[in-house]
């Protein structure tokens, strides 16, 4: 595995974003509840109100969670650093202009963008473009 990078501008030209081809669903529930749908889920967050849970579209449908907002997975395939300053703000800023919300999960490897399912393959070009605008300025 590299080293993570900090540069923001290396992170940026190095972002490689990549559209999975899963459809997500963010859903919360009671810390009791999440323990059972640890093994299903593709991310877990916990927070005061409930645990955030992301699933997949199929599993969200099966367990009755709504499914009113469909979310694609873009993962910048940089390992960037923890402490990496500049690469959230980038993209959010580059997705905002285009009016594409996102949210954004930091792991320890990659950063993982979720956008609307309607929206994904918009959002993958704005973001191999800030991708090529950050190369053309090395």
Known sequence: MSS???DRLAMLSGMTPVLGEDT??????RPDVAQTLFSDAKGIFIEEEGT???LSLERAEALGFDTGMPMRRIVLMVHSA?????LTAAIAT???EEDIPCNVIAAFH???IFVPG???EKALSVLQGVQKRAQSTK
């Open 94 to 96: 580059a997705l905002a």
């Open 24 to 29: 997500c669903i963010f859903c919360s529930v």
């Open 4 to 6: 993570p990078i900090r």
């Open 82 to 86: 923890l402490d990496g300053v500049g």
């Open 110 to 112: 990659h950063d993982h």
């Open 52 to 54: 955030t849970l992301v």
């Open 118 to 120: 309607n929206q994904a």
